[in-house]
């Protein structure tokens, strides 16, 4: 408030020594805007090798010059008559000068707050400057005329102060776009300052007078602009040195928290695109049907994907530790677990190998492993990265599509020979039986022919074996009742089973019909007692179990069956087991493990048969020392429907049976 007190004071002596005396109060208008400008250029020479801010060096160097042209306006001013013939025109060519040479400096400042230029290089330019303008007034006279007595300002003089303002109204815009590179005081003072220049030239675009009020307003204007610029230089840089001094370093300051703001909202963008790039993976990971891990540089498990319990039936923290090896079923055949193992010695990488997968159950699973080495900037092998999948249902589905095709060949085959032959066998035991009752009292010839009938008889009973597994013909009879089937199973099969053998069952109460027949879910049960107990000498437990389940895609599909209700029936034994080559063959025509003379290989064939013909399916599970397990799935038969199937291998699979 004092400061403001005293301006308006002091604006009002000049107001009243302009009334009284309007060249004194021009003189000292002038004079005071004369000596601001050399005061900011002293203070801007003595602090040039320490002030930080190169605009305020460009701006105070710049000023002699205009300090200079004011000058001369001042004493060439009309009723002065220092220099000049007196006439208002030299001086209103000077003022002009003035103002282009202070409205370029207003211009260029903004653009070069920036850049350090040279102090020689400033006054060179300004000596320039200022030399061209001296020239044109008063050597060469090619300055258009300003004021013309009588006339009043020359249209030149005019248009000079249009282009003048708006080179003003231009530097504050530049000021404006610059203004985070200023001192905030520093700022509003010298956008003030670089401002009323734009009112103080449109001002003197109206007078007629060169000593009216209107050429004295402008004075007045032109005394605020230069009264603020020296608040925002000099008194800044005398009381506050250290503002300049350190102006850089804060304004470094001021940018580098604005960049660390802006890096900080950057890693929160990053950090919340990585999270929903860590959510996407870990969804498709869990949605994947492989597994994912990792290893160390030996080949141990440092991470697993959840997925991986599904196929080894244990936790991934309980497989940490482990290596590939320890995941081999050495009891099957190891199929592509070499290479992977010559693989990971020689730190290769390794794609789509496939080994059989140990599980707690026992049961048969098969993986395919792919894996890349990991290695550090340096080049240091830090161990494996892979992917395995589980491919049991891939085998299963393609030994299912093999067995198909092997027994629908090996079933039109069979059946026909089979009919053939017992074409053959008719004769033969009906003319071996005549001939035994005309044979009379030869012995020898007796024992040849009874020979020859009983081989006929046995001849006959393999060919109904085979035309059991091939047979054609269409049977009705009421759907197979499991529960009944298995308790006369049982029952027809324990005379002939070993003394050590114990036999338990595990069948549902009130388990729906099937669609294979009472008499063949015999068939197939006593076929599968006979077989454990053969696999079984010396005793040992036999388990039969039934219930329903579901059968849902892409399961149903992957087995060649329909989507629906089956009856689940289960025949496990603790008996030797069979190796992977045996039980992949194990349902083929005449296929034995017995010795020569102890089985037709037909029985497991017929099973097969009569299940895949009634629409279900049959799987075997087994290893040597683990037992085998038969798994059969018959569907459930609808309600009113009578046990019809239509048999024979040609057809069998193509969705026969109800």
């Given amino acids: 408030m004092p400061e403001v007190a005293f301006i308006v004071a002091a604006m009002g002596v000049l107001f009243l020594v302009m009334r009284q005396n309007y060249l004194l109060f021009h003189l ?111 050597t060469f006279d090619i300055m258009p005329d300003c004021y013309i007595p009588g006339l009043g300002l020359s249209p030149f003089k005019v248009g000079s102060e249009y282009v003048i303002s708006g080179m ?111 959510g996407r993976w870990r969804a498709l990971l869990e949605c994947s049907n492989d597994w994912f891990w990792e290893t160390d540089a030996r080949g141990r498990f440092t991470s697993l994907s959840p997925r991986a319990e599904e196929s080894t039936g244990r936790g991934g923290a309980e497989l940490l530790g482990f290596t590939h090896a320890d995941l081999l079923d050495t009891g099957r055949p190891p199929e592509d677990f070499p290479a992977l193992a010559e693989a990971l010695r020689r730190r290769e990488p390794f794609r789509r190998l496939t080994f059989p997968l140990a599980s707690p159950g026992g049961s048969t699973r098969w993986v395919l492993v792919s894996g890349m080495p990991r290695h550090d900037a340096d080049g240091t092998f830090l161990g494996y990265r892979g992917t395995t999948s589980d491919i049991t249902g891939r085998r299963q589905a393609a030994e299912a599509a093999q067995q198909k095709q092997t027994m629908a060949a090996l079933g039109s085959l069979v059946g026909g020979l089979a009919h053939e032959i017992n074409n053959l066998l008719q004769p033969i035991i009906g003319l071996s039986e005549l001939a035994l009752g005309r044979v009379g009292e030869d012995a020898k010839l007796r024992l040849y022919l009874n020979a020859v009938h009983e081989s006929g008889l046995k001849a006959r009973d393999i060919m109904r074996d085979v035309l059991q597994f091939a047979r054609v013909e269409v049977t009705e009879s009421p759907p197979g009742d499991l529960e009944e089937a298995v308790r006369s199973a049982v029952q027809l099969a324990t005379p002939s089973l070993s003394a050590g053998l114990r036999v338990s069952t595990r069948v549902g109460t009130g388990l729906a019909p099937v669609t294979i027949t009472a008499t063949e879910l015999t068939q197939v049960l006593l076929n599968l007692i006979q077989n454990a107990n053969d696999a079984m000498p010396d005793g040992g437990a036999l388990t ?49 493990t017995k010795p020569v003379g102890k089985g037709t290989g037909l029985g497991l064939s017929v099973v097969y048969g009569i299940v895949r013909n009634g629409g279900g399916d049959i799987l075997v599970d087994s290893a040597p020392g683990r037992g085998t397990t038969f798994i059969i799935d018959l569907p459930v038969a609808h309600a009113g429907a009578t046990g019809e199937t239509t048999h024979g291998m040609a057809v069998h699979g193509e969705g026969a049976g109800r």
């Fill in 544 to 592: 039969i179990a039934a219930d329903g389940v579901a059968v849902r895609e892409p399961d149903a599909s992957r087995r060649q069956i329909a989507e629906g209700a089956y009856i689940r029936l289960t025949v496990a034994d603790t008996g030797c087991g069979m190796d992977e080559q045996t039980r992949q063959r194990v349902f083929d025509p005449f296929f034995t």
């Fill in 28 to 138: 000292c208008a002038e004079l005071f805007a004369v000596v601001v400008s050399v005061s900011i250029f002293m203070i801007a020479w003595n602090t040039r090798e320490t002030n930080q801010s190169p605009f305020l060096a460009f701006v105070g160097l710049s000023l002699p010059a205009v300090a200079l042209l004011d000058l001369l306006h001042s004493v060439a001013f009309q009723g002065m008559n220092v220099i000049g013939e007196g006439s208002p025109n030299l001086a209103t060519e000077l003022w002009i000068a003035a103002r282009y040479v202070q409205a370029a400096i207003f211009l260029a400042a903004p653009l070069l707050a920036e850049t350090r230029l040279r102090t020689g290089d400033v006054l060179l330019v300004q000596a320039g400057v200022m030399a061209i303008s001296l020239l044109a007034i008063f």
């Fill in 168 to 278: 003003a109204a231009l530097s504050c815009l530049l000021l404006i776009r610059r203004r985070r590179q200023f001192d905030p005081g520093v700022y509003g003072l010298t956008l003030a300052g670089f401002a009323l220049l734009i009112p103080q030239e449109m001002v003197f675009t109206l007078y007629n007078d060169p000593h009216g009020l209107l050429n004295a307003a402008g004075h007045f204007i032109k005394i605020l602009s230069f009264y603020l610029l020296y608040k925002a230089i000099a008194v800044t840089a005398l009381k506050n040195p250290y503002d300049l001094a350190f102006y850089r370093m804060r304004r470094s300051e001021e940018a580098l928290r604005d960049h660390l703001g802006g890096l900080e909202s950057l890693i929160a963008t990053r950090t919340g695109e990585l999270r929903e790039s860590e």
